[in-house]
């Protein structure tokens, strides 16, 4: 019978593992990085990139500023475009745009391109009522919606759509975040961006660090050299990676780092924990061992547990070797982004020995 954590390991992003039983255990060399100094507490010292390119921005950006004297509103709060039709989420289902109040939507579409040339979009989307009432339409507080299903489906008329604040100001987080995304991910941009969040990170740390002189005598020097390879070829990923390293430097054991990354796909389907020299593999429910008679787990993709130890251990503050353990063991985990720190491809099948 398929056991469930077979089961889990099946269905999640392929990990090759191996067990071993006890006696093997014992035999195997401990992996712990020597602790040199670590203290309990400091004050988090932020990181946020993606905040930082977009002061940058707002400051290169001069942007043309819609009259004051029409209402922010909007009566759906998610478009999406293809071409010049625009797609819209109403109660969770996305439609065709074909007409507000009878107007048709390329009628408005016209108007915008001629009104605001490069800017008609973004008109559109979070200044509808101006565009409108420059047309000669003004809407109301209730607008009509013409839409058609998608794929050229039914068409169909929602009366009395509500107009809010709340719907445009989603409509505008929407557009400014990708437009942002887009934006910190062109080489020139991402590399101010980046070399701005490198001399924020070293005044905070030189003024702000409480642990500033227990930190590594090369920290600062390790920031510098972070800096003439910041390039068009860094992504923010690698990076923030490279930010773990540096705090990793010091002794603080909560500072931590917070930047654009994809999230996580891949998780190990059971947990580890250190058992005298060897690592014992259990069900996520702590409710039994992955495998009662081989109960500790050798490699992982074919990689002692040492080696990622000691991969990991690089990003995490110099502490005990308990603190540094646990840090360890959690981090292995996400087995997806340990794979990214130690520069390693994902396992194309699962196996156990």
């Given at each position: ?162 107009m809010t604040a709340a719907k445009r100001r989603s409509l505008w987080e929407q557009r ?30 030189d003024e702000r660090w409480a642990y500033r002189f227990l930190a590594d005598d090369g ?39 917070s930047g654009p990354r994809e999230p996580s796909s891949a998780f190990l389907p059971f ?83």
């Amino acid at each position: 019978m398929e056991r469930q954590w077979e089961k889990q390991l099946a269905a999640a992003d392929p990990v090759g593992y191996q067990l071993r039983g006890r006696a093997a255990a014992r035999a195997a060399p401990a992996a712990v990085p020597r602790c040199t100094r670590w203290m309990p507490w400091t004050p988090w010292i932020p990181w946020t990139p993606l905040a930082l390119a977009v002061s940058i921005l707002l400051s290169q950006a001069s942007p043309a500023v819609a009259s004051p004297r029409y209402e922010k509103l909007a009566p759906y709060p998610a478009l999406e475009w293809k071409d010049e039709v625009p797609f819209v989420r109403l109660d969770g289902e996305w439609y065709e745009l074909r007409a507000i109040d009878s107007v048709e939507t390329s009628r408005i579409v016209g108007f915008a391109r001629q009104r605001y040339a490069g800017l008609w979009q973004k008109r559109f989307v979070e200044d509808l009522v101006e565009v409108l009432s420059e047309m000669g339409h003004p809407p109301g507080r209730r607008v009509d919606l013409e839409v058609a299903e998608v794929d050229g489906g039914a068409v169909r008329t929602l009366h009395g759509v509500r107009m809010t604040a709340a719907k445009r100001r989603s409509l505008w987080e929407q557009r400014n975040d990708a437009e942002m995304r887009a934006a910190v991910d062109e080489g020139p941009l991402r590399v101010t961006a980046m070399n701005a969040v490198l001399e924020r990170l070293e005044t905070a740390l030189d003024e702000r660090w409480a642990y500033r002189f227990l930190a590594d005598d090369g920290l600062f020097e390790a920031i510098e050299a972070l800096r003439r390879r910041t390039g068009p070829g860094l992504t923010w990923e690698q990076f923030t990676l490279e930010i773990e390293t540096l705090l990793a430097l010091g002794v603080d054991g909560h500072a931590s780092v917070s930047g654009p990354r994809e999230p996580s796909s891949a998780f190990l389907p059971f947990l580890l924990e250190r058992v005298g020299e060897g690592h014992v593999g259990f069900l996520p429910n702590r409710r039994s061992l992955l495998d009662p008679a081989r109960p500790y787990v050798a490699s992982i993709d074919g990689l002692p547990i040492a080696r990622w130890w000691s991969g990991l251990a690089t990003r995490i503050a110099r502490g005990s070797p308990q603190f540094v353990g646990y840090e360890c063991l959690r981090r292995l985990r996400d087995i997806e982004r340990a794979r990214q720190v130690l520069g390693r491809r994902r396992a194309t099948t699962s196996t156990s020995s």
